[in-house]
Each structure stands twice: as structure tokens, then as C-alpha cells.
């Protein structure tokens, strides 16, 4: 009998055959997969198959009367030791020790010991030994998953299918008030606050028993009854059979941002409203200014045209200018706060610059010769087209000749039309203004482009105006992607250079008219006299309609050698008169006070008989770019805005109806 049916020698008294069963128990022995050895004291007496495969060894005659503890680290070896002497000492139940076994190879691997007393002899222990790496890494894996749950900065709660709470980590606790043991086994939507609709949580079922995420934010109520806000990430869990077992839920409180957004909307809202004040305050201070200018003005020049008295007309000139000072202070800050607001309109076109700049510039030879000043105009490049809104070119343009006027006393003003190129090949259209005025000293051309800034100052300025015009110029120009630059010194005089995006292509202008021209309203009120033909026989009849009574007689008076003139004054006359008659143009002022608008009336005219291809002119103190555009767009065919001058408002009347 070898030594291993010595130690396993069974108990065969309760089987019949024992002889059979002594050839079997040690075959079975051989055969089990578990590494079994048997120890005497701490050596190794017999060891199965299995034993020396675990451990990287042949045959049993290298381990056999081997020490186990060779097999195991030295630090282990105390608690091996110490387990072995109490499985002896016990004799009944076996002892499990986790340790690291030691291979033939050196190679570790993490080992659990079942340390079992041999009942037949007291000096005799089984040990069986399983290699628990890959058990130990998931653990250790499982416990590093489990530590990030439980110092994760995102609340986590896992349910059963049905939606009931079976885990929750201790953020919720944090953030919501509620411990692990007072939610387990309830509802997640006990947290409800009411404010996820119905809708809402259908579709976020749907979703989950359909086996994909849910993505979305909850406002949910806390413990104390406060409301906190909740990003949620909401995944099933499913087994190897697709089946659903839990639902994993991920939550971010986004309380904070979620104020911060309300409380950045509340402030868009606040600077939206704001904005459509000033646009309305705009629009009504242009409107309400302009309405009385047009009066004061065009009465003004009527009675100019009366007058044969030389102090009378002095008299007549200086109302007219102070008005026309006025109106100019009045479109720069306009202009300003339009810009500012983001709202200011740009049209880019492609047009001559020689020619424009000429076109704009009409008559200003005979405003300098006024102050006995020289104006010319000179051409080195007459091939040079400017890419730019031709309104505001004309606007910068005016400002910048305007002041040039104003701060010269003697000699000129000569406007020069070039080009250049900068430093990347670009082409640029440029307008020179020359003059040879007072000048400005170095440190002060930066102040000049700033808002209400002049170079004299306070109650000892030397000039009069509100220092607007300059750093409207810049803005506009800016707009276009130009630029103004000034070459200056006091008392020889400034060059102001208007830079524009340009292109050499050469353009027919052959066709040049006023039709190519801006908006009637956009002609300078120093433009070349339009010859007022007498009445021809079949004298046009012309409707205006405008609630302002002087308004109206100054239209009358103004059209009255070219034209016949009804008037009416709110929606009803004008409806009335446009169904007895057939005018041949109607003029329309777009604030009528009470009742239907300017606008209202005119698509209403458009739909009546006759009128599809009547021409409808707007006529209105709204007279910011934005409203221009935005009438035009409302179907009327022609914009002029409050105050013009007469022969600005006859050369209108004559392109509509000719």
C-alpha cells in the first residue's frame, strides 16, 4: 500500500465492497481538479496532479517532504502558521486563509488555503488551493468601482426594473436630505415636484423599456421642500439574456447653472425690452422733432422766396440755418444710437466713385463762395469704383467736407479722388479732403473721433456744434470696412482721407441718372435747382395724406405749380377720396394718430381698383435707415423723409409720376 492509500485510507465499514472502493479513492484523488496536498507538520507528504500544475511542477517527487512554506512569501508565513496549528487544535471545521502562493518559476499569484484537520492522525492537515487572481482582480476592481460610487460628485441611484430604489449613493444623501434607508424600496418619483410633465416621464419609460438611454433634466423636490434642479443620465442594466434587472441612474446637480441661465435670460429679456425702448424712443424722437422742423423750415423758405427786403431775408436765412443746424445734430445722434444698437442697416454696392462723390457734392462750390473760400473737385483716378453703401458714403463724405468748410477762413477746400493698394495688393478706393484751415495739433486728432469731443471746449469753444459728426464718420466708415485717417498741423491745414474697399474694374456710367442714384430723400439739400415747370393741362392729381395741418398746407404750397393736391387727414377721408377719385401718386405720412397707420393704409390702397401700380410715396419723421428699408419693403415705391425741401419733394413727385 503506497502512501497515499496509507493517508486516505476510508472508512469502509458502511460499504459492501470495500476492496472496490480502495482502488477508487485514490484514482478519484488523482483526478479532482482542486489542488489537494497533505501536510505532516509543515511538509508536503502527497500532493495530487492538479497541486503540481498549479504550482509549475512536473512530478510529485519535487514537492514531496518539500516545506510548504517555501511556497508562500515570508510575510504570509506567520499567518500560515498560525491558521495550520488552529486547524489541528480544532479538529473539526476548516480554516480559509487568503495569501500569495509562490510558483517553480518565482511567479506570485493571489492563493486561497483551505486548511482541514486529518481526523486519522493529529499531525496531519489537508490543504486545498485555488488560484483566486482572476477573483481577486474583480474584486479589486469591484471595490475600486464601488469606492468611485461612493465619493462620486454625481448623485447615483440604482432601482429595480419597476423603478424602485435598491441602491443610492451618498451625494443624493448631500443633495437631497434623504438617507439611503428612509428612500430604500420606494419610487423613484417620489421626488417629483410637478414641474416634468405627464408627457415627459412617458417618454422616458418608453425609452428605457426599449432598452435605450434617457437624457434630460429634472426639477425635483429635497427633503425640506426645497427645489433643486437635476442633469440626468438614465441607463438600463440588462443580463447576458438582454433582459432588463436594474435601471442605473446618474444625476448632476445643476441648480447653479440653471439659476445662472434663468438669471442671464431674465437679463437678455430686460436688455431686449430695453432695446425695443430705445428704438421706439428713437423713432419717436425722430418723428416728433422732425414733424415740427418740416413746418419751421419749409415755411420758412416759402416766405424766403416772398421777400424783397434785404434785412427781412437776412432774417429768414438765419431761422433757416439755426433749423438746419438743428436737423444736423439731430441725425448724428440718431445715427449714433442706431449704430450702437446694433441695428444700423448696410447695403454693399459697387459704384463710381468719381461720380458719386461729384453727384454729392453739387452747388457745395457756391456754399464755399459764401465765405470767399475755393471748392474744387479733382480726379487722378477716374477708373476707381468704391465697394460701399453709397447712403453712408454719402453721409461721411458730407460730414467730413462740411467741417472742412466750417474750420477754414481763407484759401479752399479741394476734394481729390485717387486710389492705393495696401500692403497685401488690396485696391483701395480713396476720397482726399485738403482744405487749409486751422488745423489740429497732433494730440488732439485721436480726441476728434470720440463722441461729443472738439478740440475747443466747454464755454470758450471757438466752433459751434455738437462733435458728433466726426465720430459718426468713423463709425460708419468702420461699418464698411474703411477706415479715416488725418494728416494735420495747426494753422497749415488737415487732409482727411476717407478709405474705402475698392476695385479697378471699369464700370459704364453712361447710364448715371438719378435713378442710379440714392433715395430722393438722400439728396443733399444743396443740390442743384430743379427747373419748376408751369401746369400742363393735364395736371396730376396728387393725394396727401397727413393728420398734420400745417404739414398738409406746406405740401400744398410746395406742389402747387406742378400738380393739384387733395388732402386728407385720417384713414377715413382718405378712403373715401381714393374711391370717389383716381389720383395719379399718393403720399403717405406713416403716423397718423389714431386709427389705422400709414402702412395699414397703403396695402389696403393697393388692393383697391386702380391703385396695383400706383406710385406710394412714404412721407414720415421715422426717418432712421431701418425705417426706410423697412418701408420700402412694406410696398410703397418711394421714401422721403421729414423735414425735406421743396425741390427735393418736386423732383420726387416728377420721377414718380413721369
Not at 418740416?294 to 423758405?301: E, H, K, Q, Y
Not at 497749415?492 to 482721407?497: A, L, Q
Not at 381698383?609 to 425705417?627: C, M
Request: aromatic share 8%; charged share 25%; with cysteine.
Amino acid at each position: 500500500m503506497n502512501k497515499a492509500e496509507q493517508i486516505f485510507r476510508p472508512d469502509t465499514k458502511n460499504f459492501d465492497d470495500t476492496a472496490s472502493f480502495n482502488q477508487i479513492y485514490p484514482v478519484v484523488f488523482e483526478h479532482i481538479t482542486e489542488a489537494v496536498a497533505v501536510l505532516k507538520e509543515n511538509d508536503i507528504v502527497v500532493c495530487n496532479p492538479a497541486f503540481n500544475i498549479l504550482y509549475g511542477y512536473k512530478t510529485n517527487h519535487e514537492l514531496l517532504n518539500t516545506s510548504f512554506i517555501n511556497l508562500i512569501p515570508f510575510n504570509h508565513q506567520a499567518s500560515f502558521d498560525e491558521r495550520l496549528r488552529f486547524a489541528r487544535l480544532e479538529h473539526e471545521a476548516p480554516t480559509i486563509l487568503q495569501t500569495i502562493g509562490i510558483k517553480k518559476d518565482s511567479t506570485l499569484f493571489a492563493a486561497e488555503l483551505k486548511i482541514s484537520p486529518y481526523q486519522a492522525a493529529e499531525n496531519l492537515a489537508i490543504v486545498t488551493v485555488k488560484d483566486i487572481t482572476e477573483k481577486k482582480q474583480i474584486q479589486d476592481q469591484i471595490n475600486k468601482l464601488s469606492r468611485v460610487v461612493d465619493q462620486s460628485s454625481s448623485m447615483i441611484v440604482i432601482t429595480d426594473p419597476e423603478g424602485k430604489i435598491e441602491y443610492t449613493n451618498p451625494k443624493f444623501t448631500e443633495v437631497t436630505g434623504y438617507f439611503f434607508e428612509e428612500v430604500y424600496g420606494q419610487k423613484i418619483n417620489f421626488l417629483k415636484s410637478g414641474h416634468t410633465s405627464l408627457d415627459e416621464y412617458k417618454e422616458l419609460w418608453q425609452r428605457i423599456s426599449e432598452g435605450k438611454d434617457w437624457r434630460g433634466e429634472f426639477k425635483n423636490k429635497k427633503k425640506n421642500g426645497d427645489f433643486y434642479w437635476a442633469s440626468a443620465v438614465i441607463t438600463p442594466i440588462k443580463n447576458e439574456n438582454g433582459e432588463t434587472t436594474h435601471i442605473l441612474a446618474i444625476k448632476d446637480d445643476v441648480t447653479s447653472r440653471k439659476e445662472m441661465e434663468l438669471e442671464l435670460k431674465r437679463a437678455l429679456d430686460s436688455a431686449e425690452e430695453a432695446s425695443k425702448l430705445k428704438s421706439n424712443l428713437l423713432s419717436n424722437m425722430s418723428h416728433e422733432l422732425r414733424t415740427p422742423l418740416t413746418g419751421i423750415i419749409g415755411f420758412s423758405s416759402l416766405i424766403r422766396d416772398e421777400l424783397t427786403d434785404n434785412d427781412h431775408i437776412e432774417i429768414v436765412d438765419k431761422i433757416l440755418k439755426s433749423s438746419k443746424r438743428l436737423l444736423i445734430t439731430l441725425n448724428s445722434i440718431l445715427n449714433l444710437s442706431e449704430i450702437e444698437s446694433g441695428t444700423f442697416p448696410i447695403s454693399i454696392t459697387e459704384f463710381n466713385l468719381a461720380s458719386y462723390t461729384k453727384y454729392f457734392l453739387t452747388n457745395y462750390d457756391k456754399i464755399a463762395t459764401e465765405k470767399n473760400l475755393a471748392f474744387d473737385i479733382e480726379t487722378l483716378d477716374p477708373d476707381i469704383n468704391a465697394l460701399a453703401d453709397e447712403n453712408l458714403y454719402k453721409q461721411v463724405l458730407i460730414h467730413i467736407v462740411d467741417n472742412a468748410l466750417k474750420f477754414t477762413n481763407s484759401g479752399g477746400v479741394k476734394v481729390q479722388i485717387t486710389s492705393s493698394e495696401d500692403n497685401q495688393h488690396n485696391i483701395k478706393a480713396v476720397v482726399k479732403v485738403i482744405d487749409s484751415g486751422i488745423g489740429i495739433a497732433n494730440e488732439d486728432q485721436s480726441k476728434i473721433f470720440r463722441e461729443f469731443r472738439q478740440v475747443s471746449e466747454g464755454i470758450r469753444r471757438n466752433f459751434e456744434g455738437s462733435g458728433l459728426g466726426l465720430s459718426v464718420a468713423k463709425k460708419m466708415v468702420t461699418l464698411m470696412k474703411g477706415d479715416i485717417i488725418v494728416k494735420s498741423e495747426p494753422t497749415r491745414g488737415s487732409v482727411f482721407s476717407i478709405i474705402l474697399l475698392g476695385n479697378k474694374k471699369i464700370k459704364d456710367m453712361s447710364n448715371f441718372t438719378v435713378a442710379h442714384k440714392p433715395q430722393a430723400s438722400s439728396i443733399p439739400s444743396s443740390a442743384e435747382q430743379t427747373p419748376v415747370k408751369e401746369k400742363r393741362k393735364d395736371t396730376p392729381l396728387i393725394l396727401n395724406i397727413e393728420d398734420n395741418q400745417l404739414n398738409s398746407e406746406l405740401v400744398t404750397l410746395f406742389l402747387r405749380q406742378i400738380c393739384n393736391v387733395d388732402q386728407a387727414h385720417n384713414y377715413d377721408q382718405a378712403i373715401e377720396k381714393i374711391y370717389q377719385k383716381k389720383y395719379s401718386a399718393v403720399l403717405i405720412d406713416i403716423n397718423l394718430g389714431n386709427g389705422p397707420s400709414g402702412i395699414d393704409i397703403a396695402k389696403e390702397i393697393r388692393n383697391m381698383p386702380g391703385y396695383k401700380q400706383t406710385p406710394l410715396i412714404a412721407i414720415t419723421g421715422y426717418a432712421l435707415l431701418r425705417d426706410e428699408k423697412k418701408l420700402l419693403n412694406e410696398g410703397f415705391d418711394f421714401y422721403i423723409a421729414k423735414p425735406y425741401d421743396r425741390e427735393d419733394l418736386i423732383k420726387l413727385i416728377q420721377k414718380a409720376i413721369r
